[in-house]
């Protein structure tokens, strides 16, 4: 029993060595595995992720993320830089923009995120361009990125010449950060939308009111008149027509001494115009019978000559109340309640010449033969007054 215990002594000293030599073994490969092992920020395009790598450089890790770059791409660090564990690495996509500068269209390789960032990449400062974007936005996928560079252009206007320093793309926005204000009728010498360029020099003309009075020649009718007391074929003058007159009273728009528009404000009648009365026999034809008017207009004819109005009193009405209802008996302004042929308002004012003024002509028009009377003595008046006012 004794020599048993002693011959195993050795055996069981040396499976303790390698027990202890295993568990050396399995410690030391531990702290291996934590040094090798590396937990980076990886940002591409600003877009963030954590990376796990065993990896020693930033092409490691970017291998590892399955990221591929381009020979355009920018890498921060460089892809052979050493990373530690916590570190972080950045990539920027390199894409095609297309930019137009000043009108000419280019295609640049860029980096850069924003309008702003392009800019200064083409070695201008952002301050002094024009941009068709703000110089945060992302840059445009479809449409092109227009850049306007700054530019000397001269104004002269009101009798002064003003030299401006801008980078607008358009004289209607470079005339607008000087706060220069238009009237609508002013004259440029070129078109408010046309590009700035070097040099452009721009002469803003005013506008200016002028009134005045004109004189206008009415020309005369002719009136044939038949006449069953001469033989037919027979024809005779039984008044020479005389021309009237009008005066005008206008105000016109004057650029650079020619008048570019003009505005009636009164036009009266001073000299109305006189028929020329042709009689024509009729003789082989004796009883021509008479038709009885009938329209308003003809009734309206009839009651001025009952009142000893003759045709240019008749002209004037014609015009007048083709102006306010168009010789309708229906006519109703829903804005005013203004009705009928004259435009009473109320039109129940009619109902003193007739309880059918709603739908009678000659009812409306002699309650307004009789206003017309009353107020401007005959319709010239009413019409002259109306030219002034636009209502009578």
Known sequence: MSRSRTAGTPSRTRR??????ALVLVTAGTGAFATLHKSIDLEIDGAERTVSTF????????????????ERDV??????QPVVSGGEVVVRRAREVEVVVDGEPRTVWTTARTAGEVVEALGQRADDVHLSVSRSARLPRTEPLVVTTRKVMTVEVDEQTIELDTAAPTVREALREVGLVL????????DLDEPVTGGLEVVVTRAESVNGVETRTLKFDERVIKDPGLAKGTTVVQSEGRVGTREVVYTATVVDGK???REILASVVVTPPQDRVVRVGTMVVPDVPTVKPG????????MLADRGWGDDQFKCLVALW?????????????????YGIPQALPGSKMASAGSDWRTNPATQ?????????????????AWSHFLRKNWY
């Open 16 to 21: 303790l060595l390698a027990q202890g030599l």
């Open 55 to 70: 990896g020693r450089t930033v092409a490691d890790v970017l291998e590892a993320a399955g990221v591929e770059v381009g």
């Open 75 to 80: 890498v921060v660090p460089a892809l052979d």
């Open 183 to 190: 009237d609508p009728d002013d004259h440029l010498s070129v």
């Open 259 to 261: 008048e570019v528009d």
């Open 295 to 302: 329209s308003a207009k003809a009734i309206a004819k009839e």
């Open 322 to 338: 083709q102006k306010e209802s168009g010789w309708r008996v229906d006519a109703h302004n829903k804005s005013s309640g203004a």
């Open 365 to 381: 028009i002699k309650w307004g033969l009789g206003y017309i009377k009353n107020r401007y003595g005959d319709p010239c008046g």
